[in-house]
């Protein structure tokens, strides 16, 4: 009944209907905390609509360390009970939610030293391990010998690191998630609207009855009604609670963790690797043919819209990642880097209406308004799920529990067997193995709109560039069918291309705008102006690895 493209003509029908019809549930933010919870309420039945001020993702969800985990920091803080939850979510995503967009990784857990610290993380790791249960999809963790660790991670430094404990978590392409979920939010009715910002309020009385936004893209501004309105907007929290004038029970601060992107050629190893660092801990994530390395915490109060790492954020994470590895990881390696603001949520002592829920809170500040904050991706589900039992309560109608527990999103039906038939769909489709398990990894059973979109066009068969894996037809897809109404939305978040890629894909941007000028029906003016928007934004994500190559430069030279 519902459709769940998102394009130009959706686009434009989800306008009408924001300024024409009442909804019984409006989310602000789509983030993962606010798609998950639009997909929440939309799966209970309820009318729904979202409106995002940016792209979907645009904002924290797209620049995580991309690792659905239970927190082993949580460990040593005996919050057993947050750990279990998380890993639970895991579970599920893995087997059942989405198993073609989160697999699991492998981790090692080096060891400076022979026995006491052996002991102490094993009973960690299997504690971690047993917090699952029995029922999993993940392997149990293994102890290694350094023997063992010298075969599988010849890149740790064997004078240092004396053997190893491996264990498993999960990975997600993390923008590609949340707009899955968001997508699976239309196709249970919920209408989403992008570059729509939620502006004020609009009140009967002291109840919020819906919201003045605008269309960023015309300049219309739209009066949405809603018996209840979701506030999901992370790190812009408190800045839209001053806008509302509304009183929170919490307050919002923000912590800039960085990433940086490596080839697969700088780290010899089979596995991803974790480090405790003197204020946290540092991932080295396995990336397709590619090395995430991160992430740091400083606190930050710049531009929410756009964090930029800093040269000092890069030389620590190089300087972090070479105390165990050999050769040293070089600044003239890094091919990406990316920033993203942790929402830290501190609740407000003497608020009534506040409640701390594990690591996330949820707030009713005022009759017809409810809002959400903190947490981590992982736990996505729950959060909607949360927010959502406390917005029903405004409806004063019966509203069903939440059933995204049982809800796979748009693509997870039939992966497993259709990973059995790479094969056949290649031989048909005309496609490579290789292609076809890529895309299969993306779009799990919805491969099926891309074939058509193929079979009618062939050449969009074709790959974009000889050193990525994607394919023409998926670009034409993220305009037509994703949502994407930039070059940065098509290189930033519907594919990785943006850290993927030398220069962060800017010598692509120009193809890319040729492929999807004519889906979103652009002058030449528009395309014009949106590559040069992207390359304006790299030049300034750039800017600190710049910086530091050149100061290597002068050294060397
Ligand atoms: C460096 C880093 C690493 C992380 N790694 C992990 C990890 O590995 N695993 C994990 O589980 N978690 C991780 N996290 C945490 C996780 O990424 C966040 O908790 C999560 O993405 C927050 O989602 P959100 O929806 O609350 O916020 P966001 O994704 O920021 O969404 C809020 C949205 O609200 C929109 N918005 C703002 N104002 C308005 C308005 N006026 N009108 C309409 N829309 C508006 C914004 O544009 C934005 O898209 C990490 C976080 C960081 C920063």
Avoid at 174 to 187: F, G, K
Avoid at 361 to 390: C, E, H, N, Q, W
């Amino acid at each position: 009944m519902f459709l769940t493209q998102l394009n130009p003509d959706q686009q434009e029908s989800a306008i009408a209907a924001l300024g024409s019809e009442s909804f019984d549930v409006l989310v602000i933010g789509g983030g993962v905390n606010g798609v998950g919870a639009a997909l929440d309420a939309a799966s209970r039945g309820l009318k729904v609509a979202l409106i995002e001020s940016q792209d979907i993702a645009a904002g924290t969800s797209s620049r995580s360390s991309k690792l659905i985990h239970g927190g082993l920091r949580y460990l040593e803080q005996y919050d057993f009970r947050l750990v279990r939850e998380a890993l639970h979510e895991r579970e599920l995503l893995v087997s059942t939610l989405c198993p073609h967009l989160v697999k699991p990784v492998g981790f090692l857990f080096p060891l400076t030293e022979k026995f006491k610290e052996r002991t102490y993380v094993g009973a960690g790791l299997a504690l971690y391990d047993a917090l699952r249960g029995f029922q999993r999809t993940l392997p149990w963790h293994k102890h290694l010998s350094q023997k063992q660790i010298n075969e599988i991670a010849p890149s740790l430094r064997p004078d240092i690191i004396m053997g190893a404990i491996k264990y498993f978590d999960a990975q997600v392409d993390d923008a590609r998630h949340t707009l899955s979920v968001a997508r699976t939010a239309a196709r249970h009715g919920a209408i989403i609207a992008t570059r729509v910002s939620a502006e004020s309020l609009i009140r009967n009385g002291k109840r919020v009855v819906g919201v003045k936004a605008k269309d960023l893209a015309s300049g219309q501004t739209i009066a949405i009604k809603a018996t209840v309105t979701v506030m999901c907007a992370g790190i812009w929290s408190d800045e839209l609670h001053t806008k509302f004038d509304l009183k929170a029970g919490y307050n919002v601060t923000m912590s800039k963790g960085v990433h940086i992107v490596l080839p697969g050629s700088a780290i010899k190893s089979d596995a991803g690797i974790i480090l405790k660092t003197p204020v946290s801990v540092l991932f080295i994530i396995p990336w397709a043919d590619k090395w995430i390395v991160g992430t740091t915490d400083t606190p930050y109060t710049g531009d929410r819209a756009q964090p930029f790492a800093s040269r000092e954020d890069v030389q620590y994470i190089l300087d972090q990642a070479n105390r165990v590895l050999t050769p040293q990881l070089k600044i003239e390696e890094i091919i990406g880097v990316y920033a993203g603001l942790r929402p830290l949520v501190a609740n407000n002592k003497s608020s009534v209406t506040t409640k701390l829920s594990r690591e996330h809170t949820v707030d009713r500040p005022a009759p017809g308004f409810v809002s959400i904050a903190g947490g981590k991706y992982t736990t996505y589900r729950i959060m909607g799920k949360d927010v959502i039992d406390l917005a029903v309560n405004e409806l004063r109608k019966i509203t069903p529990e939440s059933v995204t527990e049982k809800l796979p999103l748009i693509g997870a039906d039939g992966y497993f067997a259709l990973m059995q038939q790479i094969e056949a769909i290649s031989s048909e489709s005309g496609l490579d193995t290789d292609t076809t398990t890529h895309l299969l990894n993306r779009y799990g059973s919805m491969i099926s709109e891309i074939l058509v979109l193929i079979k009618e066009t062939p050449a969009l068969a074709k790959k974009l560039t000889a050193d990525l894996p994607y394919i023409t037809a998926e670009i034409y897809y993220a305009a037509s069918h994703e949502g994407a109404r930039t070059v940065d939305d098509v290189i930033s978040r519907r594919t990785r291309i943006a850290f993927e890629a030398p220069n962060h894909g800017v010598d692509l941007a120009d193809s890319i705008a040729q492929i999807i000028a004519p889906v979103l029906g652009w002058s030449a003016k528009e395309y014009k102006a949106s590559v040069a928007a992207y390359e304006s934004l790299v030049d300034r994500e750039l800017a600190s690895v710049n910086e530091l190559l050149n100061e290597s430069e002068k050294v060397n030279s």
